[in-house]
């Protein structure tokens, strides 16, 4: 977990927010240049090598759409030309270029240019043409339409590789994954930089990036020249309710009036495409269902909650649309124009459309947009052009410059490189099976290998292949809980319910949407560290342990956070009611949540689990901060929960801002770091002063700090006196809880207790070993041969 606080600065207009040192700057230090003919390479880190060719020398130093600054401290190195070549040499890389030579692929490329490094004591050589074989992937811009991992093959390359190497190809007559070709940025509109077309459209653009197995170091240094994932507002980490139906403003209300009614918490209310007047674009409200939009989204405000709008933005603006005249006539079209054509390409389009049109919707009280674009891939007018990657960073930065009070976001499908720093991703329109669940956690985790660390799916899938499956929509909750984005959706379908509480599963339903509110300070910290270090709150589990090629092969597992392992179920329960689920743990010792026990790693094992049980795994030693109960999370609560898993000293952090401005970009935030040191019969553990500021913060906060897997306390003590009255200890579920009330946030607050040491024993109704641990994770040299082994989860304790 990232444990250094750093001072931000605001950033250019570029991309609303810094890179490097704060200011994008797409113009590298002319130290890193080396020119040889019509070949540029630029270092900018001591795995990464810039390589440009352009018949006309004119090479590229304007940002582009994947690639924002360049402007990083110039590594050491050496270049030098020796007996026809040029060489360039960092403490990482060795380049070789045949000097007067192209760069194309061909038979004897490798005598042109090579680059070798070392990967794991063997030498790897990379040439232009070699085929990126072992390519880690990306993702994808859809999965409309995927059944079981149908849309694999369509994933992208991503910017790791088992092979050690990946590039980034900013060619410009490369294409990107949907047929697109990158663009320069160069002039702004209203503080929104413009697509530019390149200065050579024959030349090549190459980013080498040779990190080895060093995944993270590659997303860190990535990061650094493609710009940050942005931090999401934090209602965006709660739950969304969505549904393609014809809802009308009555059933809108009924449907939050419910939900309170049922308890169940609620951040974001979507509004698919039937707010509009009928067909498939629309901007004007249909008053037929909702006939009072502003009143609508001012009651959902009282109830705490967001709202977004569904956009099909393709049709362009019709005459029977508000506002078409003064669109029509700001374009300059004859008064006998019926529609304006959607041309965002176009300065002029874009002010006039949004503001008539997205101005007035947003000052009535539409929160953020959801941009449902399923039309042509390329721009009619500009050879190339992205539709998608140029619809993301519009509204984005629209949102950016002319709501500055507000976190920038939106609700939009993958574009290509660039696209993380416009969060949030659609996954798209997929089939309800459980294969199709089975490939999500895949498909989510793999995307940070290009840091689209944030995507949304259609929790219970969108189309529906038979009657309602409540087993299915629960597994599906369950493993939402685990990921990016919380929200259910589904087509209009007779047979397609999403409300929870009309299922007979219903009250598991509801444990998992509370469960993930539970740990939203976890996720929103860990939310935070993707924005610190390019790595996404999913990530693969080979980040961890890339030299084991387990990682690999266990692809439905994947760490949730720096500290959590999830292993969701992904598979209908068997006649005993119970779904097996084959289980990988790495080295380390490991807290089963679901079984309540310490665990050795670095084994594999098959388990069961009943509909009440979702398999995930906190790394022993672990702090994990989390929310009380809540309703949504418009308001911080007044309390912090903190859990402190056994088995080794450990550190913990809660990241804090205000939660929905873009202050945190000037260093308007706080963290707290937490600390547990174990020593035989005796556990301490530390809250360190907060460290930072961000407005409204609180002065004092109450604590409830939860040691799970404690033996029986001997004695508690709270800042070195006796905690009279401020603890209980649950004997059944081996837990000690202490809570501290109004303690000053700017102090440090020790909490310890004393007990005498036992031995845990891990019995398992699964075929697997079981390990035992004593409370500091050590294993128990001398367990008694007396210890009682049960199969139902519950583990005992033995007692010498």
Not at 650 to 656: C, K, M, Q, T
Not at 685 to 699: H, Q
Request: aromatic share 14%; glycine share 8%; proline share 7%.
């Amino acid at each position: 977990m990232l444990l250094l606080m750093m001072l931000f600065v605001p950033s250019l207009p570029l991309t609303g927010q810094e890179t490097y040192d704060g200011i994008p700057d797409p113009m590298a230090d002319t130290a890193a240049f080396v020119r040889s003919g019509h070949v540029r390479f630029t270092i900018l880190t001591p795995r990464m090598i810039r390589i440009q060719y352009s018949s006309r020398d004119r090479f590229e130093d304007r940002a582009t759409f994947a690639v924002i600054n360049r402007r990083l401290p110039v590594p050491a190195f050496t270049s030098e030309e020796r007996d026809g070549y040029l060489y360039i040499t960092t403490e990482a890389l060795t380049l070789r270029y045949r000097i007067g030579s192209t760069l194309a692929a061909s038979t004897n490329a490798h005598e042109n240019l090579r680059i070798d490094f070392d990967l794991n004591g063997r030498n790897v050589t990379w040439y232009p043409g070699r085929d990126d074989a072992f390519n880690l992937k990306g993702t994808a811009r859809t999965l409309d339409g995927d059944i079981g991992d149908t849309h694999r093959p369509k994933m992208e390359n991503g910017l790791l590789s088992r092979d050690g190497w990946a590039i980034i190809d900013e060619s410009p007559r490369a294409t990107r994954g949907d047929g697109s070709t990158t663009f320069a940025f160069d002039e702004e509109v209203d503080g929104i930089p413009w697509w530019a077309e390149p200065v050579d459209k024959a030349a090549t653009d190459w980013y080498f990036m040779g990190y080895g197995h060093d995944y993270k170091g590659a997303l860190q240094d990535y990061v650094k020249i493609a710009g940050r994932q942005p931090l999401p507002p934090l209602y965006m980490l709660g739950y969304w309710y969505s549904k393609y139906q014809r809802y009308s403003q009555s059933d809108f209300t009924s449907l939050v009036t419910e939900m309170k009614r049922n308890n169940i918490p609620l951040d974001v209310m979507i509004m698919d495409m039937d707010w509009h007047l009928d067909g498939w674009t629309g901007w004007t409200w249909n008053k037929q269902l909702i006939p009072n939009p502003q009143w609508l989204l001012a009651w959902m405000h009282r109830q705490g909650l967001k709202v977004a709008l569904n956009l099909h933005p393709a049709d362009g603006v019709g005459s029977h649309e508000d506002h078409f005249a003064e669109i029509r006539d700001d374009l300059g079209m004859p008064a006998t124009a019926t529609s304006v054509p959607w041309q965002l390409e176009r300065p002029e389009f874009y002010k006039s459309f949004f503001s008539h049109i997205i101005r007035e919707r947003e000052k009535e009280g539409v929160d953020f947009w959801w941009i449902d674009w399923q039309q042509d891939l390329i721009n009619k007018s500009v050879k190339g052009l992205s539709e998608t990657f140029w619809l993301n960073h519009v509204f984005y930065n629209d949102m950016r410059t002319q709501r500055p009070d507000l976190r920038p976001v939106i609700f939009h499908r993958w574009g290509g490189l660039g696209s993380h720093r416009y969060p949030i991703g659609f996954s798209g329109d997929t089939f309800a099976t459980f294969g199709t669940l089975a490939f999500e956690p895949y498909f989510t985790a793999t995307a940070s290998n290009v840091c689209f660390g944030y995507w949304g799916h259609d929790l219970g899938g969108h189309l529906q292949v038979s009657d309602p499956n409540g087993e299915l929509y629960l597994r599906w909750l369950q493993y939402g809980v685990f990921s990016p984005i919380f929200r259910t959706h589904g087509a209009s379908q007779a047979n397609n319910e999403r409300r929870i509480w009309k299922y007979r599963e219903f009250p598991l339903m509801l444990e998992a949407v509370k469960l993930r509110y539970r740990l939203t300070p976890y996720i929103y910290t860990s939310a935070h560290e993707a924005f610190e270090t390019g790595v996404s709150i999913c990530r693969p589990l080979y980040y961890e342990y890339p030299e084991d090629n387990r990682s690999y092969s266990n692809e439905s597992e994947y760490f949730f956070g720096p500290d959590m392992l999830v292993a969701p179920v992904c598979s209908a329960v068997a006649g005993d009611g119970y779904a097996t689920r084959d289980i990988w743990l790495p080295e380390g010792v490991w807290y089963d949540v679901c079984r309540g026990e310490l665990v050795e790693g670095d084994v594999e094992y098959t388990d069961r689990y009943g509909l009440d049980e979702i398999p995930y795994f906190v790394r022993a030693g672990s702090i994990v901060p989390c929310y009380p109960a809540m309703d949504n999370l418009k308001e911080s609560p007044a309390s912090i929960v903190l859990n402190v898993y056994p088995g080794t000293d450990g550190l913990g952090e809660l990241y804090e801002d205000d939660g929905d401005s873009q202050g945190y970009l000037k260093g308007e935030s706080a963290t707290t770091l937490f600390t547990q040191q174990r020593t035989p019969g005796r556990v301490e553990f530390t809250i360190l002063p907060r460290v930072g500021a961000y407005p409204a913060m609180p002065d004092q906060r109450t604590w409830q700090v939860t040691f799970i897997g404690a033996a029986a306390p001997l004695s508690v003590t709270v800042n070195d006196a006796e905690a009279e009255g401020q603890w209980q200890y649950d004997e059944a579920a081996q837990c000690l809880t202490v809570n501290i009330e109004k303690a000053p946030c700017d102090m440090p607050t020790t909490v310890a207790f004393t007990y005498t040491p036992t031995s845990i024993v891990v019995p398992y109704a699964a075929p697997r070993s079981a390990a035992r641990y004593n409370l500091l994770g050590q294993p128990d040299a001398h367990p008694s041969p007396e210890g009682i082994y049960i199969t139902n989860g519950t583990k005992q304790i033995e007692r010498p």
